[in-house]
């Protein structure tokens, strides 16, 4: 450090932290086409992508765009939670921060429609619980066996009570279920395979 005006010059010390850029890894994200028209267009839930694009990095946070310029300036982030692809496959970009430092880095996840399929199911049990009144309880595996006829074995099996709910894999069901509509309900099985949606099938309540 130098003073110009009494000609004095000192010295002084300091430490410089270079802080790791975050984990960003480039994923892909498969989902099922289960709505009867086979365009190659579905809605995706991006966050399900999070621990893949992060390496499960408890300090970091994604927000996802349609472009990589508007990623870097962080314009017109997408609704992750419920995006509708609009090419297939489509690519996103993901915006990776780590929260502690703020340091920025960038990756692709690539959203692809699925054409495999699982098989559509019926279930029916007898209203005895002493109520005529049109619910009862269901054992939901009892349907696996023909969900996944044809599948590659050990295919995990979900249930939900929406087709949206099983898309974006939200509220997922218990084991055992009561209906909610009297007499006849229609809920979804999803099946998994390696964390990509391999089909939807329609579960028939009786």
């Given at each position: 450090?130098?003073?110009?005006v ?5 010295f ?7 802080a ?5 890894n ?14 190659g267009?579905t809605t995706f ?13 408890p ?8 472009s990589?310029?508007?990623?870097e300036?962080?314009d ?6 419920a ?7 489509q ?5 990776v ?18 054409t ?10 007898c209203?005895?619980d ?28 979900t ?8 898309l ?32 939807i099938?329609?579960?028939?309540l009786?």
């Open positions: 450090i130098e003073d110009l009494n000609n004095c010059v000192g002084t010390s300091f430490e410089i932290v270079v790791a850029k975050p984990i960003a480039d994923v892909s994200l498969l989902q099922c086409d289960e709505d009867g028209i086979p365009e267009f839930n991006v966050t399900e992508a999070f621990d893949d694009i992060t390496g499960s990095n300090d970091a946070s994604v927000s996802y765009y349609l990589m310029v508007d990623a300036n962080e017109n982030p997408i609704n992750a939670d995006f509708e692809n609009f090419f297939n496959p690519i996103v970009y993901a915006r921060t780590n929260t502690s430092t703020g340091c920025v880095s960038f990756s692709e996840v690539s959203l692809e429609v699925s495999t399929a699982s098989n559509d199911a019926s279930l029916a049990v209203d005895d002493g109520t005529e009144d049109g619910f009862a309880s269901f054992n939901l595996n009892d349907t696996n066996a023909i969900v996944l006829a044809g599948a590659p074995a050990g295919l995990p099996v249930y939900f009570e929406t087709y949206l709910d099983a974006l894999e939200s509220n997922p069901l218990g084991t055992t279920y009561t209906n909610t509509a009297p007499y006849n309900q229609t809920i979804y099985a999803r099946v998994e395979n390696a964390n990509a949606c391999y089909g099938s329609e579960i028939e009786k």
